[in-house]
T-cell receptor
Framework: DTAVSQTPKYLVTQMGNDKSIKCEQN?????MYWYKQDSKKFLKIMFS???????INETVPNRFSPKSPDKAHLNLHINSLELGDSAVYFC???????????FGPGTRLTVT | GQNIDQPTEMTATEGAIVQINCTYQ??????LFWYQQHAGEAPTFLSY????GLEEKGRFSSFLSRSKGYSYLLLKELQMKDSASYLC????????????FGDGTTLTVKP
């Protein structure tokens, strides 16, 4: 069983399009995250959700919006995609008490 | 805010020992994580230090000095598969769950 799963694994799209990346965790964790890892491999947190409430909202463009239908899912919607959005996006989850994060396999987004 | 520094790259020989340092400056500190990330894969958890001292876990050990804002990851008996990026992440004592990652140290193990 995959603990944290993301779909799709690869996403190639054109500038200006709107796309979504889905994330699901079956670990029963309270908190889920979205990270962006750019071509220089720097891992930057974008959002996190704790029990369906947004508790971190880093200074990312408002074209990015997280959506959490329930505790096990945190989807990432991106509007009006730009070339600079090309990166690998990782979903992660953690149990509040330990804070060790479990990462999904990543979604490689390429904007052309 | 938080500032985390690690060397960008390191090279070591198979069978040797390597120490990857991490220094941090933070307005509040609760603990420090180390993650390993192989190329093209997701980060995976290695260790979490809250108290000062050395914690050993097989070939990997992690050390923390809270007063000095310093940690290191020690890898013994290096294997080729240890070639990866090693990320240091600091967990603050506020805003539960939010850990800030360093930019990572790319370790290359050579035969």
């Amino acid at each position: 069983d995959t603990a944290v799963s993301q779909t799709p694994k690869y996403l190639v799209t054109q500038m200006g399009n709107d796309k979504s990346i889905k994330c699901e965790q079956n670990l029963g964790h309270d908190t889920m995250y979205w990270y962006k890892q750019d071509s220089k491999k720097f891992l930057k947190i974008m959002f996190s959700y704790n029990n369906k409430e947004l508790i971190i909202n880093e200074t990312v463009p408002n074209r990015f919006s997280p959506k959490s239908p329930d505790k096990a899912h945190l989807n990432l919607h991106i509007n009006s995609l730009e070339l600079g959005d090309s990166a690998v996006y990782f979903c992660a989850s953690s149990q509040e008490e330990t804070y060790e994060q479990y990462f999904g396999p990543g979604t490689r987004l390429t904007v052309t | 805010g938080q500032n985390i520094d690690q060397p960008t790259e390191m090279t070591a020989t198979e069978g040797a020992i390597v120490q990857i340092n991490c220094t941090y400056q933070t307005s509040g500190f609760n603990g420090l994580f180390w993650y390993q990330q192989h190329a093209g894969e997701a980060p995976t958890f290695l260790s979490y230090n809250v108290l000062d001292g050395l914690e050993e876990k097989g070939r990997f050990s992690s050390f923390l000095s809270r007063s000095k804002g310093y940690s290191y990851l020690l890898l013994k008996e290096l294997q080729m598969k240890d070639s990866a990026s090693y990320l240091c992440a600091v967990r603050p004592n506020t805003n539960a769950g939010k850990s800030t990652f360093g930019d990572g140290t790319t370790l290359t193990v050579k035969p």
